[in-house]
């Protein structure tokens, strides 16, 4: 763990147990038709408050799983999920999730789907309406804000799911793979926003993604995941110094921390 | 001794459906016996039965030639041809027309007057259950409105006058006033044959069949004839076939009380041969019409029945 | 949504169309000429009536004309009759359509979210439905009078099954991942019926109404068989009682109006409830 | 599939089961108790039911207390004529859902598939819906006969629409996408049908199937009603004719096992075809 | 259009009306409840046979719109697609689709996903098994091929959805985003198997990707599309020389090309 959070004027992080959110021991098995699937296998994690952590690994090693493990969605097969030091017992609101799927409501329009975590918390249709707008800004469907689902692109729809899951500003954010379906050009200024999101609003991140280079860019500290079941086979904090812009990329810092990340993966 | 108009060689056998619009019952024992005891077969008819639970249906389908004959109702006949249905009456069955009104014993309704302020369940404001309603009221000097309420509870009457749901109900007397009486209490009965002449249930054939077969008429109703005559004879025998072979269902312990039904219902028998006569067609028809069921007298109540067929019988 | 496969020479077609307006639609809406589908098939039909009438092949009393038809029609009309046993049909159809599906919703829902209640009632459910009602209607009648009630209930009996099969389906079709969308929002269990489950079985739910509004003119006629002094169901039985064979089509045909209207009612509720279906 | 929501204590719980085999299930299957919960309530409304009869409130042909319908039954089952007419009501129900259900599907099909035929039929089969069979009851009998024929026929006529409007839902229910990959395969019309189709709108079909196996025990008993002289609809008759009470509760009772049975065909089709709903 | 097939010793492409699949002015408006969307404007593009085009643009510009156009499944407001010279007028098994979403049939496993193509084109049971078989080694789900897809992760899923469009060996391929929810590793294993699969079969792929150094390391040719309306407004041959690998990424060249790409995506 390196504290990176200096730029915000944050604590740095403390101990595990002064983690907002953290899985002790998790292991999950699940059933499928033919079998057994080990998914994940003793996984512990800590997300100190107002930390960005990325988790990445292979495909199918398990991410998903334990994001929604984290989430309170599915009990694991062993171990627990502590929030503020309490196990939780179902999922909360505090915690915002973007699934890896859009999981957007057909019936519900752009705006709609957008306001639907304002409206169930009662926020006043007023304050509903201008925060809707503003994300709508944010994510940039403003025309498209009375489109339905069907009429979406692949790529929309998950701006659609950002939106929502960023609209009622949760303290904790739980990301599956959010920029999967952007271009490169909109997944820079998405990730950008989110950056800007987490320094301002000082949120807890912890973001599944497949792009070494935006994990090393966006968090202060990368997960690797080895292949099924699942275990924590990398730690890398990222001692890059905030605000980072796309510059990055080519300083040799940054490219020994990618290579040494690929390393780790490969290896696995 | 039967005349009997015995054809040179054997014809073969015409087969005949003959339609009753009830289930298989006691009450049609004797259909039952001349089946038992060949007398269809002595006819060169190859009888079978059918169980139709409307009575209506039957009459279109004796109409439109898809039946031959049927055990009808006879106000049935007249509402039939007032509607260009071509079916003619050939042989009464019933003489006393089978529906009367129940009521508790001890309520002081006995004759058709005390019907007034009464609540009376009937069935349906239809059919024959009405027919014989409007009859009593009739006698009663009384019209439906005297009464408090004229309730339609289909066939549940023996339920609801159990139950006190009603004051009195129309029923069919050879049955339901029995049924009551034994799960319940004594009733009085008033049939409406006591207070009015109306046709009732005989058999039923069409205009086709009269002209085009007269011999396969004259066939069935001497059949039919022999078996009525036959039951009247020996109720004990007649019944014995009825349950054994033609109503299977029945159970032995109704025995006691199917065989009092049968004999109720030989009670309201014609057992003079078949031979009905116009003025209870009047009666009937002038009854139909004041109930507005019927929109004026028919051209020719007479072609409503043809007695032609009758057999000649020893009383 | 779908796509018509494209036909020779519509590309180019489309080409000039676009040509002169760019923002012609992807898929140019039809005409409304198909709305004149269903009448010209019912004027086959009546045609084909009117021959068979015509033809002798049955008498008129079986098959009569149907000008014989309008004519008794008519003059149900003008006696007002007709309005009066469509009224009370209507007001039998109506609650037991009410009660029918509002029972069979909150029954199906049960069942669809409880395993328990599912495992219990589901055997007894459908037990009831093979239950005729002429068997049971001494008790009904005994129990709910020879009223309107007593239709009603039988009526609402036969509406119950069809809604409740739909419901039961439409409730557990809904994906897990919307559910899991829900829960992570800590939705509230009425807020979860309002917002995902009610609009993503509706539907299912619908197709369900759409049956159960069709068979409640059944269920209403049904009961004012087993006892009736009015209705169109008695009119019915009492145009067979009296061999007013047009006086029965008569009825028949304002029955299937009431069904048609009922049926329409659903389908409209659907076109406006479902309009994303057809969107985007 | 749905996980349950976690409760207090079941993680260290489930931490313990894993320790002795890390293999076990994520959802444990639960025990095999539920299979008790509906004779357990069978038992409940047995025991109402014997206190309404014992109660002497009503006379014992409208509420005979339990025993003497079993009695009645095994009476029933002792000199064979349950079984005989239990099979002539099978064989009306199984013809008549076997023809209802097929005429359905396939007119459903057609009318989810093509928008003439939609707008065509649709007011039609909606109408016929709301025609009372014993209106058309004579005609019927003329048609097909007073035997096994009409009854068949009034019995699909019944099963009939909730078939159809299931299966036109399922049929319009398949999204687009995976019409497109059918069509981008170049699959025929028969094999869309069989690989995409069928297997696609199999959970609503089967919704549908099961109204129509339940709906359909009723469908020949309304024909035996009309005329007979077998079948359960004949014994509910008969029994009713002879006010014996307790037979008309066993033959009812007897239908209702029918009824059960046609279900439970249904919902094991559905647990056999639809496996792959809870795999995974 | 610049000929880099050589390693193939396939014939330099020809002029565009010798292109295999060929679209022709194809613009496409939508109707989405709330009003009229300009997907596509005018589009004219031909995939040489043999060639590999890759698109990239920005998120919502209609270029999965366009791929659906020429793959036969939306007939386009304006304009035709020419396959072989000649007008389409339905799909062609000749041409396989990877749609953006895996698509998959929930009620098929794996394996079964996996071989539709060959059952509706009523290959011998045998050889469909075998086939299959190897598709399944090939996209790495071995494991799991009787698993249904609901027990998949999203890579999982995705790579099913590559397997059942390669398996019938179509002549051309078209792919929306194939590796889109692949982690890195993954993504470039699977994309080395479909060079060689390019490679050895000799097909004419069409790819939209959001991954620039992708489409530089993969494609003969990259397309770049405006904004919506989407218009092609770039066309840039990678002149670079196959086989192509990994390392190549640090190149100049290489490097030179995704900067060009990035800045023509960037103007537009
Ligand atoms: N609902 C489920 N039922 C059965 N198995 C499942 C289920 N969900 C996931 N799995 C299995 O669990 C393993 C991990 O899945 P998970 O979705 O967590 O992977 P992932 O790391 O998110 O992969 P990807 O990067 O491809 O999304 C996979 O092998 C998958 O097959
Ligand atoms: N079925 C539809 N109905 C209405 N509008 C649609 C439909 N499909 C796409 N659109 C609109 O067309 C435009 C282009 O969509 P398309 O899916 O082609 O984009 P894309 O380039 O593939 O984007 P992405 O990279 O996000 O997948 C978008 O604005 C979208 O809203
Ligand atoms: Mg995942
Ligand atoms: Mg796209």
Known sequence: MTGNADERGSPAPGAPEAAILAAQGISHVYENGSGLVRALDDVSLALPAESFVCLVGPSGCGKSTLLRILAGLIPPTAGQVLLDGQPILAPQRRIGVVFQ????MPWRTVAENISLPLELAHVPPEEIRQRTEAMLDLVGLIGFARAYPAGLSGGMAQRVAIGRA????????????????????????????????????????FMVTHSIPEAVLLADRVLVMS??????????????????????????????????LRRCIRSA | AYLRAREPEPAPMTPVTLFMSYIPSVQFAHVYVAAERGYFADEGIDIHFEN???????VERLASGDLKFGLISGEQVILARAQGRPVVYVYEWYEHYPVGIVAPQGSGIVAPSDLAGKVVGIPGPQGA???????????????????????????????????????????????????????????????????????????????????????????????????????????????????????????AEQYATQRQVLDNSIALWDSTGGLTTLDKWQTTQDLLIEMGLLAAPLDDLAACFDMRFLPERDG | MTHPTPTPGRASDALSRVAASPFRLARPRGTRLHLLLAPAFGVLLLAGWWLLA????????????????????????????????????????????????????????????????????????????????????????????????SKVIICALLVFFPMLVNTILGVRSIPTELRDLMRSLEATPLQTFWHLEMPAALPILIGGLKVSATLSVIGAVVGEFVSASAGLGYLINFGRGTYDTPLVIAAVFTLTAL??????????????????????
């Open chain 1, 101 to 104: 799927q859009a999981n957007l």
């Open chain 1, 166 to 205: 960023l609209i009622h500003d949760p303290e904790v954010l739980l990301l599956d793979e959010p920029f999967g379906a952007l271009d490169a050009l909109t997944r820079e200024q998405m990730s950008g926003e989110l950056l800007r999101i987490w320094a301002r609003h000082r949120k807890t991140v």
């Open chain 1, 227 to 260: 292949p099924r079941p699942g275990q924590i086979i990398g730690d890398f904090a990222i001692p890059l110094p905030r605000p980072r812009s796309l510059a990055l990329l080519h300083e040799p810092a940054f490219v020994a921390l990618t290579e040494q």
């Open chain 2, 52 to 58: 139709g639970f409307n009575e209506a249906d039957g």
């Open chain 2, 129 to 251: 259950s009405y027919t014989g309603l409007r009859a009593l009221l009739k006698a009663g000097g009384l019209t439906e409105d005297d009464l408090a309420e004229l309730r339609s509870i289909g066939f549940t009457a023996p339920e609801n006058v159990c139950e006190g749901a009603v004051d009195a109900s129309v029923v069919y007397v050879a049955n339901e006033p029995l049924t009551i009486e034994q799960q319940c209490f004594p009733v009085d009965v008033m049939r409406a044959a006591d207070y009015a002449p109306l046709v009732a249930n005989g058999l039923v054939t069409n205009e086709q069949i009269i002209r085009e077969q007269p011999d396969l008429v004259r066939g069935m109703v001497r059949a039919i004839d022999r078996g009525v005559a036959d039951v009247i004879a020996d109720p004990d025998a007649a019944f014995q076939i009825a349950v054994e072979k033609y109503v299977p269902d029945l159970p």
């Open chain 3, 54 to 149: 015509e033809s002798g092949r049955y008498a008129a009393f079986i098959v009569p004309p149907p000008s014989s038809v309008a004519q008794r029609w008519w003059r149900l009309v003008e006696d007002g009759s007709l309005l009066r046993h469509t009224a009370v049909t209507l007001r039998e159809v109506v609650s037991g359509l009410v009660i029918g599906v509002a029972a069979a919703f909150w029954l199906g829902y049960l069942i669809a979210k409880n395993r328990i209640a599912a495992y219990t009632l589901t055997p007894y459910l459908v037990a009831l439905q093979a239950v005729p009602i002429v068997a049971i209607a001494p008790l009904l009648i005994i129990w709910f009078g020879a009223g309107i009630a």
């Open chain 3, 259 to 280: 069904a048609l209207l009922l049926y329409g009612l659903a389908a409209w509720l659907e076109a406006v409830l479902l309009d994303w279906q057809d969107a985007g």
